[in-house]
């Protein structure tokens, strides 16, 4: 297994390339979104599938004000999956499970679709890199340990910087899949910076989540683990699943981000992009939706 502190010059580099080389590629990536504008990853179905969804079937808030929802398009391109394990020794889960948990993934993935996979105890470690070969993430599973305490809000900061962000912006469908109980004891990030950070990439968080290893203890300086799984996955638009239902979660996760993934795009009026704009998103009876729950202020 390789640390990210090995690596980081080398993502640097790349995401400074790719910024440049996707830039174009990005503004057309789907039809009919304005890069101008903001825009969101929405996740969204209909009952009656025959009918399609529409912007006017939509609607959208900033801080209790309406929008104009200018475009709003199927994003058909292929899906990033990231998923992201605990590896500390004191998670309640066999090493086995976690690595069935991964491999339900790498056979429900569609064409096109990649994974990566990292584990974490106190450094993010690189298990496999982007592939869709289920052989090859099988042999690299065979590294996984347990050793350790959980640096949650660490792994996630690094795998954003590293490993997403320099897709981006030519690619716009990620996620994050956590597999863990949401416990951190350590990390040097604050929690409230790494939900903002992924609120403000537009990145939608997935959670297999594991039996609480404290119990529901309080925790003087961060959420409960639990509330953590809650935040990262309803405030970026995702879900939450049970680790025992492993086989299920990876087949709904890669059928939503292949089938029910959208684009939406508006430019923002009567709101000012350096206060905390909270979102709601909602749609008229019939059709399912979710997205992210704010965007972040805009300041360092």
């Known amino acids: 297994m390789r640390t990210f502190v090995l690596r ?3 993502f640097s580099l790349l995401a400074v390339l ?15 979104i304005d890069p101008d504008g903001t825009v969101l990853s929405v996740t969204a179905s209909r009952e009656n599938t025959a009918i399609p969804i529409l912007a006017e079937n ?19 391109t292929p899906a ?21 948990a991964v491999m ?8 096109g679709d990649q994974i990566f996979v990292i584990a974490y105890d106190e450094k993010a470690e690189i298990i496999q890199e ?39 912006p030519g690619t716009r469908k990620t996620a994050i899949v956590l597999i863990g109980d949401g416990l951190d004891r350590g990390s040097r990030i604050a929690f409230d910076k790494v939900l903002a950070n992924l609120q403000t990439q537009d990145i939608v968080v997935y959670a297999l989540q594991v039996n ?16 953590v799984i809650n935040q990262l996955t309803e405030g970026t638009g995702g879900l939450v699943f049970p680790l025992d239902d492993a086989k299920n979660a990876a087949k709904i996760i890669c059928d939503e ?34 997205t992210k729950m704010m965007h972040p202020p805009n300041v360092k």
Not at 18 to 31: K, T
Not at 58 to 76: C, S, T, V
Not at 136 to 165: C, H, M, Q, W
């Open 8 to 10: 980081s010059l080398m």
């Open 18 to 32: 790719l910024c440049e080389g996707l830039n174009a590629q990005s503004r057309r990536s789907v039809r009919g």
């Open 58 to 76: 939509l609607f959208l808030y900033e801080n209790g004000i309406e929008q104009k929802i200018r475009n709003f398009a199927f994003d058909p």
């Open 80 to 100: 990033k999956i990231l998923i992201v394990v605990d590896n500390s020794l004191t998670l309640p889960a066999a090493t086995e499970k976690l690595q069935q």
């Open 104 to 111: 339900e993934f790498a056979y429900e993935i569609y064409d």
């Open 130 to 168: 982007w592939t869709d070969d289920a052989k090859k993430i099988e042999t690299s599973l065979a590294t996984f340990r347990k050793k350790g305490n959980p640096y949650l809000f660490d792994a996630l900061d690094v795998s954003v910087a590293e490993i997403l962000l320099p897709l981006m």
């Open 212 to 227: 609480d290893r404290t119990g529901g203890a309080f925790r003087r300086d961060q959420p409960k683990a639990g509330a």
């Open 257 to 290: 981000l292949k089938k029910n993934r959208y684009l939406l795009s508006y430019m923002p009026a009567n709101t000012s992009s350096f206060d905390a704009r909270r979102i709601l998103l909602t749609a008229e009876e019939g059709v399912t939706i979710r």
